[in-house]
């Protein structure tokens, strides 16, 4: 459940790293939303390639972006070969966030080799505004009756790293 947008992709060369980070910051900047770095010389990052679980263990750059409160941060976090997997879970902030973060993403898709994007809200192929609202209504209209059980399920949850559970099951 949720309105997220998921992308994956590798980058051309390392200055496409380069500058799709200072785009990125820039961008960031503009808009007043937080970031910082990311450099760290040993991580482990959970992936997902054929439908199958893999870990990549490494070195990773990149940039975490927190565009609204409300919304997960957005880790442009690349790994030793220029790749990155990631998802921004937006349906708790504004819809301009969503539209905006979108916007980023096609700002950038031209240092990537390839960049796949799977819009939740279908705003990233399609822009069409309504039809993100539409998803946007429909997950509130299933997260209300989820809660309208408040002795079974209770949320949204945000977790130490950012992310968002929508709902738990009271134990």
Known sequence: MGVTIHFEGKLKDLRSLADALTFAAKFSEERAWPFHTIDQPEVTL????????????????????????????????FDNDLYVQEFTKTQFAPIEIHVQLVE??????????????????????SGDLT?????????????????????????????????????????
């Not at 998803?135 to 299933?142: A, G, P």
Request: proline share 6%; aromatic share 10%; hydrophobic share 30%.
């Open 46 to 77: 959970k992936r997902i390639r054929n439908e199958q679980d893999w870990d990549y263990v490494g070195p990773v750059t990149g940039l975490e972006i927190r565009p609204h409160e409300n919304s997960e941060p957005c880790r442009l976090e």
């Open 104 to 125: 980023l993403l096609h700002c950038i898709e031209p240092f990537f080799e390839d960049l796949k994007v799977e819009d939740e809200g279908e705003y990233f192929e």
């Open 131 to 171: 039809l993100l609202a539409k998803h946007r209504d429909r997950c509130f209209e299933v997260f209300k009756e989820y809660l309208a059980q408040p002795s079974k399920y209770h949320g949204p949850l945000r977790l130490e790293s950012g992310r968002i559970v929508d709902l738990m099951e009271q134990d």
